[in-house]
């Protein structure tokens, strides 16, 4: 065992394997010395005693050491993945350098021969007035010399009349448009994008607010842009945001770049910040690492830019995205990043190009946020294949194994765990808790090792374990609920009747409703646990 533990030593291993040895070790020598003391002789107060052999069948032994060898398994590829993928992704994410980042703030600008033409789109849906006018003020202050247009579209706010002075004085800018659809509804964000990028399906169903406050029928002239930046309508922009995302843009072969995104409400209470710090680890290490390779999975909606070519050969593909059927309301960030490297380009993180957006503030919307969310990842495993074809990666593909399998390895420990739970077999048992404590500390080290904050890891990971776990073998069992999740907080203050519509149910799960309902249920009770440790954490 020592000569592999050397063998795997650079790769970061060691500690998994030798965990693993020794457990297994561990394991089999409490099942001989079990076997052994069925016929042993031994002495007590009333003498020389024969221990009276229990009734024993070769199955048996089969099936305690499959279960043996089973947790092993699993204990063994956990920590070796999550360890693994620490320590290789702190290792690439070092070597990621964008395009543009050696050249100072001062010459950046002129680094271009001449500057590119660039449209900003952002789509808008029920966000608060005061938010909204936040993400459009830091765009309206970029520091960007080039020619520049902004486009504003609103899909369907029940909040309009709120709104509307939002748009009435950003309307009244130079470079500045403000769409709306003539028929208040929600045609979806891949909509809203195509109807700013190309004036929409039907430009008959668009409106212009104009400077005067009138809305007359779109005339869409068309755009010239070189690069279209997409930017989340609850995001705030730093004023050098643009000219910074634009830079890998240098490098004939990148089609996409996303920013570096922080939550802009992080001091509100411990989830957000504890979204902040996550928010460090999804760009700093996961997309840095990426980057070196030039394949970033996800290029993040709150801010993100796309060579304007790559995406007009892509876009039919991408409004028109379905999933059994079904169009696709979310995962377009995901999908469109898919889309352009599936035609051999490259996506870059750009560090300095910096970004803020809101994040849940509550339990229950961090869970739907994350259900959804991870209802696109799964989704996204059908055409993700010939991405990794065409851009072929050692690390890439170890990096895809270690974001899926982790889960479902613990998930799965604890479905073995189940019946002897449930049973109260102790033997089985300890072993149950051993495998299920050891995936636990193995992903706790795995944390602190790129974050260096025990407090994060621990925080991290008891709402993984009871929060997060739970929220995505949800969201694999819901694969075909096409509901957004978000978003239903201004439709109910508003009192959108329109909007209010029925939940959708759960009857599309293809496990069927009881399993859907018995998840639901759960989830609930984990939110409850959640917010109680939260409250003693908050007392402490």
């Keep these: ?241 643009v000219r910074w995302i634009l830079t890998p843009f240098l490098d004939p072969d990148v089609a996409a770049v996303t920013g570096d995104v922080a939550a802009l409400n992080q001091g509100t209470n411990r989830l957000t910040e504890l979204i902040d710090d996550r928010y460090g680890l999804l760009f700093e290490h996961e997309r840095a690492a990426q980057s070196r390779y030039g394949l970033v999975y996800c290029c993040a909606g709150p801010f993100s830019a796309y060579r304007r070519q790559e995406i007009d050969e892509v876009w039919s593909d991408y409004v028109g995205q379905q999933f059994r059927n079904k169009l696709c309301t979310y995962g377009d960030d995901l999908q469109l990043t898919h889309l352009v490297l599936k035609r051999g380009r490259r996506s870059i993180y750009q560090p300095q190009a910096r970004a803020a957006t809101i994040v849940p503030t509550t339990l229950k919307a961090y869970v739907r946020q994350q259900w959804r969310w991870n209802r696109s990842f799964y989704r996204q495993f059908r055409w993700i294949g010939p991405v990794l074809l065409r851009n072929w990666s050692a690390y890439q593909v170890f990096d895809l194994a270690a974001r899926t399998l982790p889960s479902l390895l613990l998930a799965a420990a604890l479905a073995v765990a189940a019946p002897d739970l449930v049973g109260l077999a102790t033997t089985r048992l300890t072993d149950d808790l051993m495998t299920i404590g050891g995936m636990i500390v193995a992903g706790f080290a795995a944390v602190l090792l790129q974050t260096r904050k025990p407090r994060f890891a621990l925080f991290y990971g008891l709402v993984y374990l009871l929060l997060l776990l739970p929220t995505r073998i949800w969201a694999i069992f819901t694969l075909t609920d096409s509901g957004w999740g978000t978003r239903r907080r201004v439709e109910k203050a508003f009192g959108a009747t329109a909007l209010a519509r029925k939940r959708r149910q759960l009857a599309t799960n293809p496990l069927g409703q009881p399993l859907a309902s018995l998840l639901l249920v759960q989830v609930k009770g984990l939110l409850q646990l959640v917010r109680g440790l939260l409250a003693a954490l908050g007392k402490a």
Excluded at 11 to 27: D, I, N, P, Y
Excluded at 166 to 173: L, T
Excluded at 174 to 192: C, F, Q, Y
Excluded at 212 to 222: K, M, Q, S
Aim: hydrophobic share 40%; glycine share 8%.
């Design 1 to 241: 065992m020592a000569a592999a533990a050397g063998r795997y030593r650079r790769f970061g291993f060691t500690t998994a394997l030798r965990m693993v040895h020794e457990s297994a070790c561990v394991r089999l020598k409490l099942r001989r010395v079990a076997s052994l003391r069925r016929h042993c002789i031994w002495w007590g107060p009333g003498g020389c005693r024969r221990q009276v052999p229990a009734p024993w069948s070769p199955g048996d032994l089969t099936v305690s050491t499959a279960l043996t060898l089973t947790q092993s398994l699993l204990l063994g590829t956990y920590a070796s993945l999550a360890l693994g993928h620490a320590a290789l992704q702190e290792r690439h994410r070092r070597r990621n350098i964008p395009v543009g980042v050696a050249h100072d703030q001062e010459r950046l600008p002129d680094i271009w021969e001449s500057l590119p033409r660039v449209d900003i789109v952002v789509p808008t849906y029920n966000e608060h007035p005061d938010v909204l006018a936040a993400c459009l003020a830091s765009l309206d202050g970029q520091d960007y010399k080039g020619d520049t247009r902004i486009l504003v579209v609103d899909d369907g706010s029940a909040n309009i009349d709120a709104l509307r002075p939002v748009y009435q004085c950003y309307a009244e800018r130079p470079g500045w448009t403000v769409l709306r659809w003539r028929e208040p509804v929600n045609k979806g964000k891949r909509m809203a994008q195509e109807a700013a990028i190309y004036g929409g399906r039907d430009h008959e169903a668009l409106l212009r607010l104009d400077p005067d406050g009138a809305e007359r029928p779109l005339v869409f002239e068309g755009t010239t842009a070189d690069y279209v930046v997409m930017v989340d309508s609850d995001t705030v922009v730093e004023p050098d945001g």
